[in-house]
């Protein structure tokens, strides 16, 4: 199983970046995926997840109105679309899928956001 992040960089407060996260070895549409995010001294925290089926996409309140989840099932693909970031979104982000209680993450991707 590979799990592995892209996308990050840096972005002006207000502006947009967009993760992808590349699943290999098995099915996204079967496993829940989430985004977290670890900023400097501090705890690992949950950003986003979805659930296996999709039904259901949980945002962390630091994120609500202002990220985006989704997933391509067929490129074995998740994302998330960040808007209106903020100086506090600076952090390493990381790709989680849980599958079958085995928990698999990515190597992350920073994300900085300053002026």
């Known amino acids: 199983v590979q799990v592995a992040e892209s996308g990050g960089g840096w972005a002006q407060p207000g502006g947009a970046l967009r993760l992808s996260c590349a699943v290999s070895?098995?099915?996204?549409?079967?496993?829940?995926m989430s985004w977290h995010r670890q900023a400097p001294g501090k705890g690992r925290e949950l950003v986003a997840s979805?659930?296996?089926?999709?039904?259901?996409?949980y945002y962390a309140d630091s994120a609500k109105g202002r990220f985006t989840m989704s997933r391509d099932i067929a490129k074995k693909m998740v994302f998330l679309q960040m808007n209106s970031m903020k100086p506090e979104d600076t952090a390493v982000y990381y790709c989680?899928?849980?599958?079958?209680?085995?928990?698999?993450w990515g190597q992350g991707t920073q994300v900085t956001v300053s002026s």
């Open positions: 070895g098995l099915p996204i549409d079967r496993s829940t």
């Open positions: 989680n899928a849980e599958w079958f209680s085995h928990v698999y």
């Open positions: 979805i659930t296996m089926y999709g039904e259901f996409i």
